[in-house]
């Protein structure tokens, strides 16, 4: 794990998702290993870069839940109406593969409509809040349009300078043909700190090939009827955990 450091003067970025970063389609290099939210991104010819990152793993072809994405395109409503929160393991969850990180989804409690890049329309519930934040915080990342699914399922303070930060890099970096091997973190439970019926507060556990574990939190509010993801202007750093004591044990590897 590399240190959180000064935020200030490294505006290193936080990855919920990788221990060695990722190169997107358009040569973006900004992302590091460290598990956590996203702060602001530095292209690799910045005085203080980036190590260099991976690329990304091909998708999988495993089942999705199927449905229109388009923009103002009504969601369905789900039957998943459950308000307790969850004690164990959420039923009926399957899991597929999406650049290598298995992420959930339900049947009854979303999402309900997803495709290449944007999965939304979620239950108003905790599950379906666990399980916007789980989807959206990989998504907004490693997503080829990665730009719809920020603008259209995060919310907050630091949305838009992550929006202008990369877009920048993107446009400037270069691509290094001799990216590193680094590995992709998988969930492997999760927690609530907060739930009310318009905002969710979500601890999740991501474990690292080589055993260690990580616990990141996540805001999902309640917004235009659907969960969309915080990305607030100071993000709480990641937490090291030994194991998933005081956890739910949940994954889909």
């Not at 969601?75 to 899991?95: F, H, I, K, N």
């Not at 507060?201 to 260690?212: I, K, N, S």
Request: aromatic fraction near 8%; charged fraction near 20%.
């Amino acid at each position: 794990m590399a240190e959180p450091g000064d935020r200030a003067s490294t505006s290193e970025p936080r990855s919920p998702w990788l221990s060695g970063g990722f190169v997107s389609a358009a040569a973006f290099i900004g992302f590091i290993a460290v598990i956590g939210t996203v702060l602001a991104v530095t292209s690799d010819n910045s005085a203080e870069s980036a190590p260099t990152a991976q690329a990304p793993a091909v998708r999988s072809t495993g089942p999705q839940p199927s449905g229109s994405v388009a923009d103002g395109a009504p969601c369905p409503e789900l039957s998943d109406e459950r308000q307790d929160l969850p004690a164990s393991a959420p039923a009926g969850v399957t899991w597929s593969l999406y650049d290598s990180v298995a992420l959930p989804s339900s049947k009854k409690a979303g999402p309900a409509l997803a495709g290449k890049d944007v999965a939304r329309c979620y239950a108003h519930t905790p599950v379906g809040a666990l399980l916007a934040t789980s989807q959206i915080s990989v998504r907004y990342l490693a997503a080829d349009d990665w730009l719809e699914v920020t603008r259209t399922q995060t919310v907050g303070a630091g949305r838009d300078a992550y929006i202008t930060d990369r877009t920048k890099a993107e446009a400037t970096a270069v691509p290094d043909d001799d990216a590193g091997g680094g590995a992709h973190g998988q969930i492997a439970g999760f927690r609530f700190v907060t739930y009310n019926d318009t905002t969710a507060v979500v601890q999740t556990v991501w474990r690292f090939p080589d055993g260690r574990m990580q616990a990141a939190t996540t805001t999902a509010l309640w917004q235009e009827g659907d969960w969309r993801l915080e990305y607030p202007a100071d993000p709480a750093d990641p937490a090291p955990v030994d194991s998933l004591a005081g956890y739910i044990e949940w994954g889909g590897v």
